[in-house]
Nanobody
Framework: QLQLVESGGDLVQPGGSLRLSCSAS????????IGWFRQAPGKEREGVSC????????VYADSVKGRFTISRVNAQNTVYLQMNALKPEDTAVYYC?????????WGQGTQVIVSS
């Protein structure tokens, strides 16, 4: 079964930190570029960050640059998104995704709420 599973979302105060995890079954994540996306209520899904497969190069949206860090631990078959200095505008459901054979695979998402 091909599946991505996100976890780590929570309610956090502004300025706080969270670490999201993206784990997989049926995929060997080191073989794929993995993207983190988010969707806030009433808004379109947007890309947050991506990590490449062959050199682990990373890309970040301007809105999270300097605050979020994407990384992977191959032995755990997991990709992480470390989120620091969280802002209310970071509130969203966060998803990880990969593409295989022209098909986009998504997890079910994990909710992040940044509020005092």
């Amino acid at each position: 079964q091909l599946q991505l599973v996100e976890s780590g979302g929570d309610l956090v105060q502004p300025g706080g930190s969270l670490r999201l995890s993206c784990s997989a079954s049926g995929f060997t994540l080191p073989n794929y570029a993995i993207g983190w996306f988010r969707q806030a209520p009433g808004k379109e899904r947007e890309g947050v960050s991506c990590i490449n497969s062959h050199d682990n190069s990373t890309v970040y949206a301007d809105s999270v640059k300097g605050r979020f860090t994407i990384s992977r631990v191959n032995a755990q078959n997991t990709v992480y998104l470390q989120m620091n200095a969280l802002k209310p505008e970071d509130t969203a459901v966060y998803y990880c995704s990969l593409q295989q054979g022209g098909v986009d695979y998504w997890g079910q998402g994990t909710q992040v709420i940044v509020s005092s």
